[in-house]
């Protein structure tokens, strides 16, 4: 689906930008070499980044209950 009509960015080429580190709608754009016209998809292009940086910030969690493992043990002296 279009998320921009004006400078023809679908849902593909937003995630792409997001994933390639665009924070911002600002950012979305400058990706595509291209600027905001009418603005109509500003709000989407935000709510769309905010989704991500959740989705980025829960995959990133570590469990409450996961215990750090050395990645290797040191033999006692």
């Known amino acids: 689906m279009y998320v921009c009509i004006c400078n023809a960015l679908n849902e593909r080429k937003v995630q792409a930008s997001l994933d390639n580190g665009a924070t911002t709608p600002a ?27 959740a989705a980025c910030a829960r995959h990133s969690a570590q469990p409450a209950d996961a215990v750090a493992q050395p990645a290797y043990s040191v033999a006692a002296e």
């Open 27 to 53: 950012a979305v754009f400058r990706q595509h070499d291209c600027q905001v016209q009418c603005g109509k998809c500003v709000p989407t292009l935000r709510a769309m980044a905010a989704e991500h940086r």
